[in-house]
C-alpha cells in the first residue's frame, strides 16, 4: 500500500520540481542571448523573444511549457537552434546510459567483493592492504584518476584511445576513471555493513548451531550487509547514469552532464528545465527499485 503511495505521488513532486527549476533559471542574472558573438539588435531580440515565447510573463510560460511535457515534448533549445531538447537528450542520454552503467558495474564489482573480503579478514594483513585501496580510490577523484589513466594506459602503452567515442574501446577509459572512484566508497560501505553484522547475536546463534563459515556468511550475514551498497546505488546509478560532466569533458564524450552544464552557462532555459526534470525522475524511480531492494533483501521489514 505504502509503494502505490508513493508511486501516485511521484507526478506531482515531478511537477513541483519542474516549477522550481522553471522559476530559479528565469530569475537568475543573465538571459539566453548575452553570449551571443554579435549582439543582435533590439528590435531582432525582441523578435527572437517573441518567437520562443520569452516576451510573456512566467505563469503564461510555464502553463505552455507543462502543456509540452504532457505531449512529451521538452521544447525547443535556446542555445542549439536546429534541435529540440528531445533530439539532445536522444543524442547525449544513451552515451550517459553506456559509460554510466558499465561505472556502475565496476563501482559494484570491485567494491562488494573488496569490502566484504576486508570484513572477513579483519585486523589482518589483507584488511589493513584492502582499506588502503578504498581509501586511495576515495581520496582520488576521477578528474585525478582520468588524465592518469591517459597518460598511462594511452599514451604511453597506446592500448586504448585517447578520447571521443565510436567504438567500445573509446568507453573503457572514462569507465575506469568513473568506477574507479565509486568503488572505494562502495568497499567502504560494504566494509562497514559486513563488519556490523557479523557482531549481531543472530550470527552468533547461526554459527552455534554448527552452520559452516560459508553458509553464515553468505546466507545470513551477507543480505542484511550488503543493505547500505542498495541503499546507496539508487542516486550513485542515477548520478553516473546522467554523466559526469568532468570526465566526459576530460574524454571529450558527447553525453548529457556535457549539455546539462553548457546549457546552465548559456541559460537555455527548457534545456536546463528538460535534463533536471530527466535527473529528478530517474532519481526518484531509482530510489523507489532500491526500496523494493531493500523490502525484500530485509526480513525485518517483512515482517515487522
Known sequence: MDLIKRILFLPPLLLLITFLAFVLVRVAPGGPFDRERRPASPEIERHIRAKYHLDESIGRQYLRYVGGLVRGDFGPSLKYRSHTVNDIIRQGLPVSLIVGGAAFGVALGLGIPLGFFTAVRRHRWEDMAGGFIALLAVCIPGFVVGPLLVMGLAIHWRLFPVALWGTASHAVLPVMALGIYFAGRVS???????????????????????????AVLWRHAFPLAVLPVVSYAGPLLADLLTGS???????????????????????????????????????????????????????RTRHG
Open 188 to 214: 567502504r560501505l560494504m566494509r562497514e555493513g559486513m563488519q556490523s553484522t557479523l557482531t549481531a547475536d543472530f550470527i552468533t546463534t547461526a554459527r552455534a548451531k554448527g552452520l559452516s563459515e560459508s
Open 245 to 299: 560532466f568532468v570526465i566526459e569533458s576530460i574524454f571529450q564524450i558527447p553525453g548529457i552532464g556535457v549539455f546539462l552544464v553548457n546549457s546552465s552557462l548559456n541559460r537555455d532555459y527548457p534545456m536546463v528545465v528538460g535534463l533536471v526534470l530527466l535527473y529528478a525522475a530517474l532519481l526518484l524511480v531509482l530510489n523507489l527499485a532500491v526500496d523494493c531492494i531493500h523490502f525484500w533483501l530485509d526480513p
